[in-house]
């Protein structure tokens, strides 16, 4: 730390108490020339107040200490003691004018970040990071601020992670298992990965090998399987998979292979059955393009569209004899699917997911009956069976392919009220406003944590400006204008999607602090002091509304438009009494204590995807 000649005009302009010191004077600089509060206190020459000389303290504006030390003749020596504002020790140095000073740093629950020596601001010698938790996460050497020799890095059970050897610019880098098998190796370049690098497995096999430039893929890549059978083969262009790839089994046979360009499909792809057989195959760009998937005979087995890499649009199963089996329709990847008996009755509604089912599903008997509702699991990707012993479903044909027959897992239908988490039910944060809502004095931004098709709960808050376009002295005269806020906090009670969108009905509570001002026309009183009345309002409220969403269990833009009816108190404060000219002024203004406010408004928002709730059984 260095002292900033720009102190001298707070010196003069801030300039609290002088007190003599020997040939020292102590200076106090304050947050402001309003506060009593200190800000710095220090020492400087009588005979030269630009060097600092003796004890240095500064503060947080809650009077907690914020670092403390000593200089000499305008240098940090000594002991220095930084901290956080909530008063624990941040950092302390041991400062030599000769050898730099030696610095720890320290995490809020007191343990030591790092540790070592600066000089001139640059690390050197032996410096020791370690995690919050005070296990050691590396060590090793600088030199002017760069790493040298070795360095080790550790897990926090304190286990050796990497090794790497700087020379210079460059580092040899080798990364380990927490059991202490190789897990990679390559080299670093001032700071990222340039040159071959080279991944394993646990086993020791080889499961990735490519080069690496400026911290990104680039070239040829090869990936393997852990048996050591080659699991993929391409290219990289600065980071991102371009050109030709293909893509094999774990017995060598090939699984897939097209084109890709900035990692999206490009061109024509086609995939095999592990026998070679034609599994699917899709025309693309940019991604986007067709998608046809067979079954081993060569009959057409799934028809649909992918934009950007997910399933889109509308897509169609098939039975082997070319009935159909299902039909889903897509919104970036997650859709309604509902399957069919070969008769043509629904068989099986749910979700789909890129083709892997999500939630609760609904089975159907042959009679269009509901049989049941089942839950499919996946282990490893694949879905876990487990046979029904309902006999409704006892009846059905053989087993099907497992991309279109989930395991059945009967559960008992249970009653679902507003205030029952259902199962996968989506939950989203909707951000609202509506900024025409200035022409009539006010603007307000919304804030819902909405769980679908169930409960929404918003928090609204808005600035008054009445009116909010023209600035207070220039509002016509004798006509009041109005400045506050209201917070508003709303519960919705959501009914399930229709054709109109999603009707609700709730209740709010309304807090408003309005102050009123006015140009007055009389001179005198304009003179002597400024006249305003001021208003605290609560109110309660009934509202129904309807919530028109681009997608109900995705993100998009949403528009909610409501009406409703209520009751407040009102109570008015003001700075004068009895004065006709002000009164009159003011004619216009509700003063009466009991308030019966009518609800209407809109406002236009997006729902930002969350993460879906959890399951409940």
Not at 380 to 396: G, M
Request: hydrophobic letters at 30%; aromatic letters at 16%; one cysteine or more.
């Amino acid at each position: 730390m260095s002292y900033n000649p720009k102190h001298l005009g707070l010196i003069v302009l801030l300039f609290l108490s002088v007190e003599s010191l020997g040939q020292l004077k102590e200076v106090r600089v304050m947050f402001d020339s309003l506060d009593q509060q200190v800000k710095e206190k220090y020492f400087v020459r009588e005979d030269n107040p630009l060097i600092l000389d003796g004890p240095y303290t500064s503060f947080y504006l809650n009077g907690n200490i914020k670092s403390k030390g000593q200089y000499q003749n305008n240098k940090p020596s000594g002991n220095w003691y930084y901290y956080f504002e909530n008063a624990k020790l941040k950092m302390e140095s041991e400062i030599s004018e000769n050898e730099g000073g030696y610095w720890r740093y320290y995490f809020e629950n007191g343990n030591i970040s790092q540790e070592g020596v600066l000089k001139d601001g640059k690390k050197t010698g032996l410096w020791q990071f370690y995690y919050e938790s005070g296990q050691l996460k590396s060590k090793g050497y600088y030199k002017e601020d760069k790493r040298e020799g070795n360095w080790n890095i550790y897990y926090e059970d304190n286990t050796l992670k990497a090794q790497a050897i700087y020379e210079g610019d460059i580092a040899w880098y080798r990364e380990f298992y927490p059991s202490g098998e190789l897990k990679m190796e390559g080299k670093i370049s001032s700071g990222k990965s340039d040159s071959t690098w080279t991944h394993y497995y646990k086993n020791g096999n080889l499961k990735a090998v490519g080069e690496e430039k400026n911290g990104l893929k680039e070239g040829k890549w090869v990936y393997y399987h852990e048996t050591g059978e080659k699991e993929s083969e391409g290219t990289y262009e600065h980071g991102q998979k371009n050109g030709k790839w293909k893509y094999y089994y774990s017995d060598g046979a090939l699984n897939a292979e097209g084109k890709l360009i900035a990692d999206q499909k490009e061109g024509y792809w086609k995939l095999f059955y592990n026998s070679g057989a034609s599994l699917a195959e899709g025309i693309y760009d940019d991604g986007s393009g067709k998608y046809t998937e067979y079954y081993e005979s060569g009959k057409v087995k799934v028809k649909g569209f992918v934009k950007e890499g997910v399933n889109d649009s509308s897509w169609t199963f098939f039975y082997e004899d070319g009935s159909i089996e299902g039909q889903c329709n897509y919104e970036e990847g997650e859709g309604e699917y509902t399957g069919f008996y070969k008769n043509g009755k629904p068989k099986m509604k749910g979700k789909l997911k890129n083709g892997a089912k999500t939630g609760v599903w609904q089975l159907y008997d042959e009679k269009g009956k509901l049989a049941g509702l089942y839950k499919t699991y996946y282990d490893k990707e694949e879905p876990v069976v487990v046979e029904p012993k309902d006999p409704v479903v006892k009846k059905e044909p053989k087993k099907e392919p497992e991309s279109s027959k989930p395991s059945y897992n009967f559960k008992q239908r249970r009653r679902i009220s507003y205030f029952q988490a259902r199962i996968n039910e989506y939950r989203s944060f909707i951000l609202s406003s509506n900024p025409l809502q200035t022409l009539f004095g006010s603007f307000p931004v919304a804030l819902e944590y909405y769980y679908q098709e169930r409960l929404g709960y918003e928090l609204k808050v808005a600035l008054i400006r009445n009116p909010f376009y023209i600035a207070n002295r220039q509002v016509a005269t004798d006509v009041p204008y109005e400045r506050g806020f209201y917070i508003d906090l709303r519960q919705k009670f959501y009914f399930e999607k229709n054709i109109y969108g999603l009707l609700y009905f709730g209740h709010e509570i309304r807090y408003t602090r309005s102050t009123y001002g006015a140009n007055l026309s009389d001179p005198v009183l304009n003179r002597f002091f400024k006249p305003s009345l001021n208003e605290d309002l609560v109110e309660y409220s009934i509202v129904f509304g309807d919530r028109v969403m681009e997608s109900h269990a995705n993100k998009g833009f949403t528009l909610d438009v409501w009406g409703g009816l209520g009751v407040g108190y009102r109570s008015i404060s003001r700075n004068w009494t009895n004065i006709p000219a002000v009164s009159n002024a003011y004619r216009d203004v509700n003063q009466d204590p009991i308030s019966i406010p009518i609800r209407i408004g809109i406002t236009v928002g997006y729902v930002f995807k969350y993460n879906p709730s959890p399951l409940y059984n």
